[in-house]
């Protein structure tokens, strides 16, 4: 007979559940601003690097090209990035912040920045810092176990 609590010891869903639980406290963080965190995640990239081209903004995010597609015309609909055509590449466009855009940021990194404080009151520096080793060590293998 299958152990019941299987799931329980799976670490895929184990982050995905953490991770859809973090997500929506985000969310509700962020209501009022009128952005996802999916979004905002995009935003913020953007704003480090004005400029970028989608591919990169996927690559930066860990987000697929037509995912990244999507939220960029949903942030430039509402008026926080402007898309330019490459000079190099016709096809593909860089992406930029606008006034408006970076007022968000400004508005909402704090937000962000209490978030991770308020979860890491559940455990130690040291622990925080373990986690963050071990998460990348797995994205980093998973990395390495995908075809190429």
């Known amino acids: 007979m299958a152990d019941d609590n299987a799931l329980d010891l799976s670490i895929g869903f184990q982050m995905g559940v953490t991770y859809r639980k973090l997500s929506n406290y ?25 400029g970028l081209m989608q591919k990169e903004i996927a690559e930066r995010s860990g987000k697929d090209r037509p995912t990244i597609t999507r939220i960029l015309d949903h942030l430039e609909g509402k008026g926080y990035v402007l898309k330019k055509i490459g000079d190099n590449d016709r096809r593909s466009f860089l992406v930029f912040m606008t006034e408006k855009g970076k007022a968000l940021i400004a508005q909402t990194l704090p937000i962000e920045q209490n978030v991770i404080q308020e979860i890491k009151g559940c455990m130690s520096d040291e622990e925080y810092a373990q986690l963050m080793k071990l998460l990348h060590r797995i994205n980093h293998h998973v990395n390495e176990l995908m075809p190429r």
């Open 26 to 50: 985000l969310l509700f963080r962020l209501k009022e601003h009128e952005i996802t965190p999916e979004q905002w995640s995009v935003l913020y990239q953007v704003d480090r690097e004005d």
